[in-house]
């Protein structure tokens, strides 16, 4: 790893916990820092630190600040391993969940489990059918952008924009199929938010995402030899097919992850890789991991701004991170024409 790669892992590394710390003091009623580490330190069996001076600081933080703000970390990191991903198996960055539709296809599928009250899996009924139709979502993108070997950026954004609008009037047809409890959850799909986060729902992520974002380590090495192409990656060793069909298990199964129970949230996948790859390079082995560093990053900054700009309401983080992530793609669009959708 190189001196500049370390450098912004150990940046990401110190900058998200000093986040965490902030974002799980900040609120109506407000934590000193050290009364946050001090009330996780006792938490976790370690007699460390001031704890939390008002009555209700330790009920607080443990049953509403730190959950949000650990799925906010799980989501974040989720979305952007996702996107690394997903730029190296389509060949361009132009590749992210949200762009290409494969978020709305997973919120679909959860849309589904909603309206007609699913439970043949438990707890796990929603994140199930997410993957699944996230799987679907990013099995079709692949296949209908391909030609001649190759995915074009236009295609891939085209095939997009098409899947957002099946899956959009999928959720359409949901909304007008639920009652009002099923509509508000629906909606509360397309805005996305960590609003009501329980520790089960940690729970229930974090195997996702640990899998997937390991997962995503074990094929980095790969991914970097796919960018010199089909034919040489295959000439090393790589078999290719069954590179892309594991990384888009992996895509679907981060991407559910994230979207089981924040909603949608649009270009963290986008922003976050290629910001990262301008700094320490293409190589996979770096930027997966800070990919997925700088995304909870990302979104544990994104959500102390929703929950804390407006006193006495919440913005849907969905709606910050397109803000942010709209005029980025516009950007990244215009300088991938120029350079024939070849790599920044």
């Not at 957002?164 to 047809?173: D, I």
Request: aromatic share 8%.
């Amino acid at each position: 790893m190189s001196l500049r790669a370390g450098a912004l892992i150990g940046g990401l590394t110190v900058a998200l916990v000093a986040t965490v710390v902030v974002a799980a003091g900040r609120g109506q009623l407000a934590i000193p820092p050290a009364e946050v580490v001090g009330s996780f330190l006792h938490g976790i069996g370690l007699p460390f630190g001031p704890l939390p001076e008002h009555p209700q600081g330790d009920v607080t933080l443990w049953q509403v600040r730190f959950p949000r703000v650990v799925l906010a970390v799980l989501v974040g990191a989720a979305l952007s391993a996702a996107g690394a991903l997903m730029q190296g198996v389509f060949g361009n960055p132009l590749a992210e969940p949200g762009v290409v539709g494969v978020s709305s296809g997973a919120a679909f599928a959860a849309a589904i489990a909603i309206v007609y009250q699913l439970t043949f899996f438990g707890a796990w009924t929603i994140p199930v059918l997410a993957f699944l139709g996230g799987l679907v979502t990013t099995v079709s993108v692949y296949l209908l952008s391909r030609a001649d070997g190759r995915t074009e950026v236009v295609t891939l954004v085209l095939t997009g924009i098409a899947v957002n609008a099946l899956a959009g009037a999928g959720l359409a047809l949901m909304l007008f199929l639920g009652d009002t409890q099923a509509r508000e959850e629906i909606v509360f799909w397309q805005l996305g938010s960590l609003n009501g986060t329980r520790w089960i729902y940690v729970a229930v992520v974090a195997p996702f995402v640990g899998l997937g974002v390991l997962g995503a380590l074990i094929v980095a090495r790969s991914l970097d030899l796919l960018a010199l192409g089909d034919r040489a990656a295959r000439h090393v060793g790589v078999n290719v097919e069954r590179l892309r069909m594991f990384s888009i298990v992996l895509v679907a199964m981060l991407t559910a992850a994230a979207v089981s129970f924040a909603g949608i949230i649009a270009f963290v996948g986008l922003v976050v890789p290629h910001l990262v790859r301008m700094v320490v390079g293409p190589g996979h082995r770096v930027l997966v991991p800070a990919s997925a560093l700088g995304g909870a990053l990302l979104l544990s900054l994104a959500d102390l701004f929703a929950r804390t700009a407006v006193p006495y309401a919440e913005l849907p983080i969905g709606m910050l991170t397109s803000l942010v992530g709209g005029p980025f793609f516009f950007w990244l669009l215009r300088r991938s024409r120029r350079s024939a959708g070849g790599w920044a």
